[in-house]
């Protein structure tokens, strides 16, 4: 899976996992995808879009 939307582009981004101790880690925040099949101007494409643009209304779902 490439984790990156089809359409905004959105792709992982990084931070900090911090303990109660204040321990640092390095982590990744993923983004929240769905394969999903999309009308496109090539046809019926099942791509990985992100819910913000599935929401947004983006996004012409295929039946």
């Given amino acids: 899976m490439t984790r ?4 905004c582009g959105k792709g992982p ?3 900090s996992s911090i303990s109660h101790s204040h321990r640092v880690i390095k ?3 993923l983004p929240n995808l ?3 099949r999309i009308v496109t ?3 019926i494409k099942r ?3 992100c819910t913000k643009c599935l929401k947004a209304g ?3 779902k295929a039946l």
């Fill in 4 to 7: 990156r939307c089809f359409i």
């Fill in 13 to 15: 981004t990084t931070g």
């Fill in 27 to 29: 982590r990744r925040f």
């Fill in 34 to 36: 769905q394969k999903t």
């Fill in 41 to 43: 101007e090539e046809g």
């Fill in 47 to 49: 791509v990985y879009v």
């Fill in 58 to 60: 983006k996004v012409q």
